[in-house]
């Protein structure tokens, strides 16, 4: 028998932006929210299916070194160019991790941690970042 992942519990400085900001991307919606400023959110099925919900945490502490995690979305109703405004409308914001400069996905992070991830094309997969990649926020504006 196999598993499926359940839940992403992702830790972070502000989970109410978060929660918006994920709930837009990913069209959920929120699930749950506990008083010590815990948000679950997750598909309007709600738990269980199969998509995992993400649970997010305050967390004040530092973040020390890279995230180790990162997460690939591809839009589902539009193309890449009408995902990507979408997504730096609802406050992403492009940055470069050392992406070749014909990559056909680009990099994101969103509005509230440095941590980046990534977006591809529909069935295109971004191959992996060489290991002495740093990230390097761009510009607003550019």
Excluded at 47 to 63: N, S
Aim: proline content about 11%; charged content about 30%; overall charge negative.
């Amino acid at each position: 028998m196999a598993c499926r992942i359940s839940e992403l519990v992702l830790k972070c400085r502000d989970p109410e932006v978060l929660a918006r900001f994920w709930c837009e991307v990913l069209d959920f919606i929120e699930l749950d929210r506990e008083a010590e400023g815990c948000i679950e959110i997750g598909p309007r099925e709600g738990f269980g299916g199969p998509q995992p919900t993400i649970f997010l945490i305050r967390d004040d502490e530092p973040k020390n070194g890279n995230a180790r995690l990162h997460i690939d979305v591809n839009p589902t109703d539009r193309d890449q160019d009408a995902e990507l405004e979408r997504l730096l409308a609802a406050g992403a914001e492009l940055v470069d991790v050392g992406q070749p400069a014909e990559a056909s996905w680009h990099v994101l992070t969103d509005p509230n941690t440095p941590d980046s991830w990534f977006w591809s094309e529909p069935r295109c997969r971004p191959p992996p970042l060489p290991a002495t990649s740093r990230y390097r926020p761009t510009p607003k504006g550019v």
